[in-house]
């Protein structure tokens, strides 16, 4: 599966944004991750197909939403009340293979997913 990420920009704190990822063809799982330079890429939020179970990292909750467009093979990431320390590139991802009982168990892994787009940039002022 192919993916392309877009809808990164700059924003103020406590503002919105919303990234979506074009992918080439039906994911068993989604996931968006972030990566701060130095830093190890990390879950932001996970969706499984058709999209009724979402995960997201604990920081997030609350202010970000996770969805798919499964005719349009779309997958977005709502962000609100944004914060300084959300500027990351956001990196869409995608598991084409597996089950959704292990899926479930490991979203949050990197190592899961087979697919990466290219990571689109979020930079949220103070």
């Known amino acids: 599966v192919q993916l392309v990420e877009s809808g990164g920009g700059l924003v103020q704190a406590g503002g919105s944004m919303r990234l979506s990822c074009a992918a080439s063809?039906?994911?068993?799982?989604n996931g968006w991750f972030r990566q701060v330079l130095g830093k190890d890429r990390e879950f932001v939020a996970g969706?499984?197909?058709?999209?009724?179970?979402?995960y997201y990292e604990d920081s997030v909750k609350g202010r970000f939403t996770i969805s798919r467009d499964n005719a349009k093979n779309m997958v977005y990431l709502q962000m609100n009340n944004l914060k300084p320390e959300d500027t990351a590139i956001y990196y869409c991802?995608?598991?084409?293979?597996?089950?959704?009982?292990?899926?479930?168990?490991?979203?949050?892994?990197?190592?899961?997913?087979?697919?990466w787009g290219q990571g689109t940039q979020v930079t949220v002022s103070s």
């Open positions: 991802a995608a598991i084409t293979i597996g089950s959704p009982e292990y899926f479930s168990r490991n979203y949050y892994r990197v190592s899961l997913y087979d697919s």
């Open positions: 063809g039906l994911a068993l799982g």
């Open positions: 969706i499984l197909y058709p999209g009724d179970n979402q």
